[in-house]
């Protein structure tokens, strides 16, 4: 009796490592997977004081919640790698990476090495990848009706959100959108109880220094400094000597010419990386010129492009006052918003590179935080839309190219091929939980849409989650951007084949014990 035991002993202790990083990666594929889909509900995040974070955003999900598991932790890489790729999708890569996982870990336990079920699984879904490629729809620009379809999927159905997207979309333009440096999703502010408007041009989260003082300037030009608005220090040892002295008393005469130079050249705005001397912040206010200190340099640097300005260090006001004007931006308003609690600064919508700020407004600060990232979902997938064009949605591709796999898998030979069948199997995965989220029995619909796309020749066919019946999602109007699908199933497979080859985790000894022995 003890002997037949034994072998089952012997399997239990050589998949204990593969088991548990499996059940780790199961626990945070279920914390996401229940908002997948149009039916999908939303989760609560609690932190240690209280807070409240109610969203269905995967990658926000993810990034709050405790982890301490070292497979877990991979996991969430899936999320993070997708979000900083393309900002969406990040729940359908982290179910993918998951699905993946479990149909690997599932060939192994049969007996199939390890190395047999990685090396198909890579193989599987590069070849996925290459069929999704060939059935992508390319967008034809701005007015195309799948494009604002993408953003209403990605939005999750709210009109008023799309609405924002798309206005913004258009005022930016596909030049710019088209640019991977761009980042729309970057536009986004979210401010309570504040109305939601497309604004052209920057808006400011910091005060003007005296917001009790001129409140608009109409057609005005711009300073930028990566420095401090004051005169040159000198060494206090300096100071105690008589030519140390009059070498400071002559810093602050030359110091009260340039900032009267600013003033004669029409200068309204500043903007300081750092803070202001307290000569200078009563010169700007006696000559009503707004100073808006501690900008983050980021920001500056967008002021920079949208104005034209020049970001100088503080010895650059030494110049004459034609090689400081070439160095100034400009802006037909600027103005300081008491209801936000905003600077605005306008754009003039013709010169220099286009900016809008898509303003999220809520009644409360945990609504209005979903709502500016469902707005980023929004606005991602329109520029990823725009780039590399839009897949049916809901699963239906990836339950079209997960059959295409089981064909080709009964042409390898080797091995291999189980973990070809563990990639379509995982494929199937994302349809399966959206159906589930809507109620339906997932084994039974998903052969229906099989079946459907079978007879319809058609990838497109997929299940209404309202009425249960099969509709055509591309007619319909349910895509995705093709990006996400991608790059998705790309970096599923990367980390699942990461995990898949864990042996064995072994906790390293700190670098101060290290230290010590040596």
């Known amino acids: 009796m003890s002997q037949g035991q034994q072998p089952v002993r012997e399997g239990e202790e050589r998949y ?80 993918l990476a998951g699905a993946l996982v479990q149909e690997g870990v599932a060939q192994i336990v049969k007996g199939v090495p390890a190395s047999k079920v990685v090396t198909g699984m890579l193989q599987g879904i590069t070849f996925a990848i290459e069929s999704l490629y060939r059935r992508v729809h390319v967008i034809s620009g701005l ?45 986004v502010v979210a401010i309570e109880k504040a109305d939601h408007e497309v604004f052209e041009g920057i808006l400011l989260r910091q005060k003007p220094i005296h917001v009790h003082g001129k409140s608009a300037l109409e057609v005005t030009r711009i300073l930028v400094l990566h420095d401090a608005l004051e005169p040159e220090l000198l060494d206090d040892e300096v100071l105690t000597t008589e030519a140390g002295f009059a070498r400071f008393m002559e810093l602050r005469e030359q110091f009260g010419r340039e900032l009267l130079r600013l003033s004669e050249l029409g200068v309204g705005l500043i903007l300081l990386e750092r803070g202001i001397h307290p000569d200078a912040e009563q010169f700007c206010l006696d000559h009503e010129m707004m100073v808006i200190q501690r900008v983050g ?43 936000l609690q905003r600077v605005r600064i306008h754009s003039d919508g013709t010169s220099h590179e286009p900016v809008v700020t898509i303003i999220v407004g809520a009644s409360t600060a945990e609504i209005v935080g979903e709502s500016a990232r469902i707005t980023g979902d929004a606005a991602s997938a ?137």
């Open 143 to 187: 007015e195309d009706p799948l494009l604002e379809k993408t953003a209403y999927v990605a939005g999750r159905e709210r009109s008023d959100i799309v609405d924002l997207v798309m206005k913004a979309a258009v005022k930016i333009g596909i030049p710019k959108l088209t640019d991977p440096t761009f980042v729309l999703a970057d536009s």
């Open 297 to 339: 340099r980021h920001e500056l640097g967008r002021i920079c492009e949208m104005t034209g300005a020049v970001p100088l260090r503080r010895t650059a006001l030494h110049k004459d006052c034609e090689q400081l004007e070439r160095l100034l931006g400009c802006s037909p308003r600027v103005a300081y918003d008491e209801e």
């Open 382 to 518: 329109v520029q990823a839309a725009l780039a590399g064009g839009v897949l049916p949605g809901g699963g239906t591709v990836e339950l079209a190219v997960s059959y295409e796999l089981e064909r080709r898998r009964e042409a390898v030979k080797g091995m291999e091929a189980f973990g070809i069948a563990a990639v379509a199997a995982a494929l199937r995965k994302p349809m399966s939980q959206i159906l589930l989220n809507a109620g339906y029995n997932p084994l039974e619909k998903v052969e229906e849409a099989r079946a459907a796309q079978h007879t319809e020749d058609c990838d497109s066919m997929g299940m209404d989650c309202d009425s249960g019946l099969v509709i055509n999602y591309v007619t319909e109007g349910i895509v995705d951007p093709a990006p996400v699908k991608i790059h998705g199933l790309k970096a599923a497979g990367e980390v699942a084949a990461a995990i898949l080859r864990i042996h064995n985790v072994i906790k390293m000894r700190e670098e101060d014990e290290r230290m010590n022995e040596d």
């Open 16 to 95: 204990a490592t593969l088991l548990n990083n499996s059940n780790a990666v199961r626990a945070i594929t279920s914390a996401v997977e229940g908002t997948l889909g149009p039916k999908g509900l939303d989760v609560m995040l609690v932190g240690a004081r209280g807070e409240v974070i109610i969203t269905n955003d995967g990658v926000t999900i993810l990034d709050k919640i405790d982890v301490s598991h070292p497979a877990a932790s991979l996991l969430i890489q899936v999320a993070r790698s997708q979000q900083r790729k393309v900002g969406d999708g990040t729940t359908t890569a982290t179910v």
